[in-house]
């Protein structure tokens, strides 16, 4: 089975400033890597994903994250937010063959971005 | 429709009711899955549907809980003698083929059982 670990349930940052949320996993198998976001009241959007070459991946919004194998992490950053970047975020991994193409979930992360 | 359409946006129901959910999937998509977000909590699989077969149903918590998908584009969660710890958000997401293409999600139903 899978899991999925976001150690932070929420992070204030100021506008502007850089930010990290971080995202541990853990499988036994190969997994493919997504981070989603998610407004009050709507559903999910998928800001970015890891399926496999470079482990820098680039999503929308000017957000990015790194797939990191030996430590099984896959965390978000941004070097500059914005006050729309208020949401939750969402860290999920699929496995690559025989997963049924499910995404496990983790808890979420809070991101509140203040003036 | 342009994206994932869920309704109704929001369900009140008694303990012990039945309700159904509905989800219409982006038009020609051919994978549909089912997700329950409890508050504070990440989405949660239940189910999941390619064209009208339920490949996979093993996320459903009990057998009061019954999805279908007939003619392989709408599908319908309904939860028999709802309880409250049914009260959540249902999302319904799709994807146009298989493997890993990215899953679009509707909006949700928020169901709260009194």
């Known amino acids: 089975a899978q899991s999925v670990t976001q150690l932070d349930s929420q992070v204030p940052v100021f506008e502007e400033a850089p930010v990290e949320l971080r995202c541990n996993y853990s499988?036994?198998?190969?997994?493919?890597l997504f981070w989603y976001v998610q407004y009050p009241n709507q559903g999910l959007q998928l800001l970015l994903k890891?399926?496999?070459?470079?482990?820098l991946v680039k999503g929308i919004n000017g957000f990015e994250a790194e797939f990191n194998k030996s430590q099984t992490s896959f965390h978000l950053r941004k070097p500059s937010v914005h006050i729309s970047d208020t949401a939750e975020y969402f860290c999920a991994v699929m496995r690559v063959t025989g997963g049924g193409n499910k995404l496990t979930f983790g808890t979420g992360t809070q991101l509140k971005v203040e003036l | 429709g342009a994206g994932v359409s869920q309704s109704p946006r929001y369900k009140v129901a008694k303990r012990g009711q039945d309700v159904a959910l509905r989800c219409d999937p982006i038009?020609?998509?051919?994978?549909l899955f089912w997700y329950q977000q409890a508050l504070g909590q990440g989405p949660e699989f239940l189910t999941y549907f390619q064209n009208e077969a339920q490949l996979d149903k093993s996320g459903l918590p009990s057998d009061r809980f019954f999805a279908e998908r007939p003619e392989g584009s709408v599908s319908t969660l309904k939860i028999q003698r709802t309880q409250q710890e049914d009260s959540a958000v249902y999302l319904c997401?799709?994807?146009?083929?298989?493997?890993?293409?990215?899953?679009?999600f509707g909006d949700g139903t928020r169901l709260s059982i009194l």
């Open positions: 997401a799709s994807t146009q083929g298989l493997g890993n293409q990215p899953q679009h």
């Open positions: 890891y399926l496999s070459g470079s482990t």
């Open positions: 499988s036994s198998v190969s997994v493919y």
């Open positions: 038009s020609g998509h051919v994978s």
